[in-house]
């Protein structure tokens, strides 16, 4: 198993590079890059910021100096050929210098932790209630395949399922945090502006009732994905013979569900373990919008907005490397659940 760690570590290697090479191609190759993004705000006195390489240039020469030009250039260090730049970004990276925002003018490395509380925190409660709800629920649902209480939950599932994430926010605030109806959550923000004057409890619960409305909003497509999967797995499971030769036996239900079939069902869900890395840096960029959360989504949109091409990068490296990350950590969690696989 440790050959097969190391050796998936290493494989990591080109795979980051192939994904760097590719994406730091491409955001070169899109119109509109952070000069001309400045040459615009120069040429408007600061009031137009949207990305676009449009604009003559003959307008531009006539407003901003070749030397001004030349000195962007030098300042985002597009002086240099592509390649060469990239390999400078490839050689700081190895110290983690992911560079400096070009629209916060702070380091790469900062912003994302500035942003990184807010989507940690709701990866984290998203990821342990999801489990601790969604697998018992499935479980129950397979005990009880067919019956009211089953056919009900299923009902309430995929009626939740096919509401958008985003509408469904929008009616929560309307109808719950608005004041049109009820004033029941606030809106906005994870805390009030007194929240560091109250007590450990006093501060608990005020993120709990900030929580729950995005939370349920953030939860409500994979909760009923976690838990149909959950249920169907253990249906397949119980079909097989070994649980037919369990029942002959004269085991109690309960044990044949729970010790027999229980393992080998979770095998599927296992999948999913992986991606309590990437979910650290989730972020809903319609649900930060509606609810005013300043997070990983909202700096990612507004990244790409502004071609603030270090900040796309140390991102995409992040993300793809928590990915790769969790991809690995999933194999480990088969062979824990079903010691039967073996990669070595």
């Known amino acids: 198993m440790l050959t097969y760690i190391i050796r998936r570590f290493l494989l990591m290697i080109p795979t980051l590079l192939g994904i760097t090479i590719v994406v730091f191609a491409i955001i070169n190759l899109a119109p509109g890059s952070p000069v001309e993004q400045r040459l615009q705000q120069l040429r408007f006195g600061g009031a137009g910021s949207s990305g676009g390489g449009g604009g003559d240039g003959g307008g531009r020469?006539?407003?901003?100096s070749d030397a001004v030009i030349e000195a962007?250039?030098?300042?985002?260090?597009?002086?240099?050929?592509?390649?060469?730049?990239?390999?400078?970004?490839?050689?700081?990276?190895?110290t983690l210098d992911f560079g400096d925002s070009f629209t916060y003018e702070e380091p790469v490395k900062d912003i994302v932790m500035s942003k990184f509380p807010v989507s940690l925190q709701f990866g984290i409660v998203s990821l342990f209630l999801s489990y601790l709800i969604c697998i018992p629920l499935g479980v129950i649902k397979?005990?009880?395949?067919?019956?009211k209480f089953d056919l009900l939950s299923s009902f309430i599932l995929f009626a939740m399922y096919s509401i958008p994430g985003f509408m469904l926010a929008i009616l929560l605030i309307v109808y719950f945090a608005g004041?049109?109806?009820?004033?029941?959550?606030p809106i906005g923000e994870l805390h009030s502006d007194w929240y560091y004057e109250k007590d450990f409890w006093g501060k608990l619960v005020e993120r709990i009732h900030h929580f729950i409305l995005p939370l349920i909003c953030y939860m409500i497509g994979s909760f009923?994905?976690?838990?149909?999967l959950m249920k169907n797995s253990l249906l397949e499971e119980i079909k097989k013979d070994y649980i037919r030769t369990a029942r002959a036996k004269g085991l109690a239900e309960k044990t044949v569900y729970l010790k027999h079939a229980l393992r080998n069902a979770l095998i599927p869900i296992v999948t999913g373990l992986g991606s309590f890395l990437t979910i650290f840096f989730a972020g809903s960029i319609l649900l930060?919008?509606?609810?005013?959360?300043?997070?990983?989504?909202?700096?990612?949109?507004?990244?790409?907005?502004?071609?603030?091409?270090n900040v796309i990068m140390?991102?995409?490296?992040?993300?793809?490397?928590?990915?790769?990350l969790g991809n690995l950590i999933s194999d480990i969690a088969y062979v824990i659940v079903d010691p039967r696989i073996d990669f070595s």
């Open 61 to 64: 020469d006539s407003v901003v």
């Open 72 to 94: 962007l250039n030098k300042q985002y260090g597009f002086d240099k050929p592509v390649h060469t730049r990239y390999f400078i970004w490839l050689k700081n990276l190895t």
């Open 142 to 147: 397979a005990i009880k395949h067919g019956s």
């Open 179 to 185: 004041g049109s109806f009820f004033e029941w959550f």
């Open 224 to 228: 009923t994905i976690l838990t149909m």
């Open 288 to 309: 930060e919008t509606i609810f005013s959360l300043d997070g990983i989504g909202l700096l990612s949109y507004r990244a790409i907005l502004e071609r603030d091409y």
């Open 314 to 324: 140390g991102l995409i490296f992040i993300q793809s490397f928590l990915m790769l």
